[in-house]
């Protein structure tokens, strides 16, 4: 064979080679627009109240989403997920975990996802199986409301902070009471475990942070600086350093070692709602009651940023797990997103009409959850700003929202006295609406040929 041949022969493999590419890609977009419009149709069909019909075409587009899982952005998946647990949501109601006599305060999952804890004013604590909704154990034991509850890093002990003035210890595995830690003489607003789950961070309206042994329930200091009550606590990633949020309008670090106060942040101008630290550490951000956000350097206590744009009173602010984006919750019915290195506003979340009480990450950063006043959860693209979901169901106030470690669950608590479970996992997402609608397909001689057979692979 000759050069010519050979550089023909090649030629031509490679012209076919990428012309079988251009027909793949082709047919994968082909199929993503097909998503899309199912999609958009089963939006329609719900917005209609055809719910039953909306199920039918939210499951055909699940379906060619499994079989493009790799080349489908993530807007399209979450549009689709978000959605699907809507319908089944209309149809179906199962996420609804109901007990509580008063407000939901918090939820907390536990760090393997299976256990949700929820926090109300009606004196307990509830925790729940995330996979059947099912209600584990009631923990009581407070006399007031409870408004704060966090696992420890292994998942066993659970803490819950109430307006009782105490702090109690509980076994997640059996309900039991471990330990009543007393000491504050004001309301205690919120608990914070250290990484390690060696010790406990409590802070109270009585201007302190008191940190506690969780093996033994020993107060080990008691850390005094703040001139009003403080609202919030964060350890930094090595759980060295404590900062804490307070009505008096500045921040403080400590020593979690020595409990010696080493720095006070001061700019803010009204209270201090909360504080949070960069995954990295390196920064904490600051939200406050004058509007704006305070990006800080922990090591030396500078300013690094002062990020306006807010109208109203910033509630709550959260890092997404590579620390490049802040997002702040604010009573202007916003949620603002900033990146974190320059300062700069990059989008504005409009959509909520009421306070926006809450924000999270999912933990691929790619989604934001948003708790608001106006009885709803919203699902944001992080990227683009694009509002993927709006999910319904509450019927009073959402206060607040977290992601499961995996990101499968969305859980959110508020004061309609309940706690929902919003499942965002495809697979069982498919399963669930076709146990739902299998009688239909089998029996219903109208059902056109193509649907009848839609779940026999699922």
């Known amino acids: 064979m000759n050069d010519k041949t050979r550089i023909k022969m090649f030629g031509g493999l490679a012209i076919a080679s990428s012309l079988a590419g251009l027909f793949l890609w082709q047919q994968q977009q082909l199929e993503i627009g097909q998503i899309k419009f199912l999609t958009k149709s089963s939006e329609l069909l719900l917005a209609s109240h055809q719910e039953f019909n909306a199920l039918i075409e939210s499951l055909k587009a699940g379906k060619?989403?499994?079989?493009?899982?790799?080349?489908?952005?993530?807007?399209?998946?979450?549009?689709?997920?978000?959605?699907?647990?809507?319908?089944?949501?209309?149809?179906?109601?199962?996420?609804?975990?109901?007990?509580h006599n008063d407000h939901v305060k918090g939820v907390s999952f536990s760090p393997d996802g299976k256990t949700l804890a929820s926090a109300s004013n009606d004196k307990t604590i509830k925790l729940w199986d995330t996979s059947t909704g099912e209600l584990l154990k009631t923990l009581i034991g407070h006399t007031d409301g409870v408004w704060g509850v966090s696992f420890s890093a292994d998942g066993k002990?659970?803490?819950?902070?109430?307006?009782?003035?105490?702090?109690?210890?509980?076994?997640?595995?059996?309900?039991?009471?471990?330990?009543?830690?007393?000491?504050?003489?004001?309301?205690?607003?919120?608990v914070s475990f250290s990484a390690d789950g060696n010790t406990l961070a409590s802070t109270s309206d009585d201007k302190t942070i008191k940190l506690w042994d969780t093996s033994t329930?020993?107060?080990?200091?008691?850390?005094?600086?703040?001139?009003?009550?403080?609202?919030?606590?964060?350890?930094?990633?090595?759980?060295?350093?404590?900062?804490?949020?307070?009505?008096?309008?500045?921040i403080k670090l400590w020593d979690v070692g020595t409990g010696k106060l080493f720095n006070t942040l001061i700019g803010h101008t009204d209270y201090v709602w909360g504080v949070g630290f960069s995954h990295d550490g390196k920064t904490l951000a600051s939200a406050s009651g004058d509007k704006t956000i305070k990006l800080w350097d922990s090591s030396t206590g500078k300013l690094l940023s002062t990020l306006i744009g807010h109208t109203?009173?910033?509630?709550?602010?959260?890092?997404?797990?590579?620390?490049?984006?802040?997002?702040?919750?604010?009573?202007?019915?916003?949620?603002?997103?900033?990146?974190?290195?320059?300062?700069?506003?990059?989008?504005?979340?409009?959509?909520?009409?009421?306070?926006?009480w809450g924000v999270g990450f999912s933990h691929d950063g790619k989604t934001l959850a948003s708790a608001s006043g106006d009885k709803t959860i919203k699902l944001w693209d992080t990227s683009t700003g694009k509002l993927l979901n709006t999910l319904t169901g509450h019927t009073n106030s959402v206060t607040s929202v977290s992601f499961s470690p995996d990101g499968k669950t969305l859980a959110s608590g508020g004061y309609d006295k309940t706690v929902k479970l919003w499942n965002l996992d495809l697979d069982n997402l498919l399963r669930?609406?076709?146990?739902?609608?299998?009688?239909?397909?089998?029996?219903?001689?109208?059902?056109?040929?193509?649907?009848?057979?839609?779940?026999?692979?699922?």
């Open 157 to 190: 002990t659970l803490a819950s902070a109430s307006i009782d003035k105490t702090i109690k210890l509980w076994d997640t595995s059996t309900g039991k009471l471990l330990k009543t830690l007393i000491g504050h003489t004001g309301m205690v607003w919120g």
């Open 432 to 458: 669930r609406g076709c146990a739902w609608v299998s009688d239909y397909l089998n029996n219903n001689p109208n059902v056109k040929d193509d649907e009848r057979h839609l779940c026999d692979d699922i």
């Open 312 to 356: 109203g009173r910033v509630w709550g602010v959260s890092f997404s797990a590579d620390g490049k984006t802040l997002a702040s919750a604010s009573g202007d019915n916003t949620i603002k997103l900033w990146d974190v290195g320059t300062g700069k506003l990059f989008n504005t979340l409009i959509g909520h009409t009421d306070y926006v």
């Open 64 to 99: 060619l989403l499994k079989q493009q899982m790799f080349w489908a952005d993530a807007n399209t998946k979450i549009e689709l997920v978000s959605l699907l647990e809507q319908i089944i949501f209309e149809v179906k109601e199962r996420n609804r975990l109901e007990g």
């Open 217 to 250: 329930g020993e107060l080990l200091k008691t850390l005094i600086g703040h001139t009003d009550g403080v609202w919030g606590v964060s350890f930094s990633a090595d759980g060295k350093t404590l900062a804490s949020a307070s009505g008096d309008n500045t």
